[in-house]
């Protein structure tokens, strides 16, 4: 009897990879749950600044309050990164811009116009930050269903700090762990696999966005990111929900697993592709549901179902 097709362990037709309406609006929900955690900082020192800028008598005696410098330069409009490049005397002229032009004509309101004027480009840095937010999301999600599939079969994992680039065992506490994780390490039989996320493949020169490799982390390394066979398998990962961008994604991934494809294929490698989905429309759905038909890709799920991401998940951990 011939063996199962990962992908039918939890797909029938095309129409099962199609992101339902509910789905959607749940994912729109999150984003905004989101957005509103990461701009949580901002409100918090935008409440510290008022409380500083108070003390001031005029908006002219703010460059008197040393604390609150780097936030007037701030409310002037200058970014983070931008104050990097600016030197002593550039930083003065754009907060004495701030104060003639905009704060002094505030009268006595000139707190409430430097907290806004501050918030407005704060509001620019978390936009910019939001927009690989579904991205974020959607590795957050599945590393939380892969260690969750791992810890069921009562096999321990090390995991990759995204910051500090140590591996650690998994602590049996691992709450909010994926916030801060890169890459994950467990034994299948007498295996290694090593999963790693937004890995740049050499062979390929694009970035990938999961990469599970035949090796422990110990054996990380050039040669090993050189070589065809280090390679279990490659997929692409997209998370965002709107189905306005749904196309965009999907021809961003089957050109990515395309390039895989012939890179690999070139190299007489054949490592498993698969891809995971939070917004796929009909029409797409179609087109990846014929791909697992014909070979070209051997797996795929949609990131909103719960139980195509624990099967996709189950089939990752014991490739």
Known sequence: MAKKRAYRQHLSSSDELVTTYEAVRAGFVALALEKNRRATPFVAQARALKASASNAKNAADLVRIEDI???LLTAAGVSDKAANHLQPEDKVE???GLISNF???AGANFVEELVFRFLLTRGDTLGGSMRNIGGALAQRKLTREIISTLKITGRSCHWLHSVNRVWARMPDENTDIELYLRGLWWRKGNKDRTLLFNLT????????D???LDCSPDDLSPVI???PKSYVALGELKGGIDPAGADEHWKTARTALSRIQQAFGALGSNPHLFFIGAAIEKKMAVEIWNQLEQGSLENAANLTDENQL???SRWLCNL
């Open 201 to 208: 493949v050499p062979l390929v020169k694009n970035n990938i």
């Open 210 to 212: 999961l990469c599970v």
């Open 69 to 71: 410098q780097a936030a």
């Open 103 to 105: 704060l002094e004509p």
């Open 225 to 227: 990111y050189h070589s």
């Open 310 to 312: 624990a099967s996709i």
């Open 94 to 96: 754009a907060i004495q």
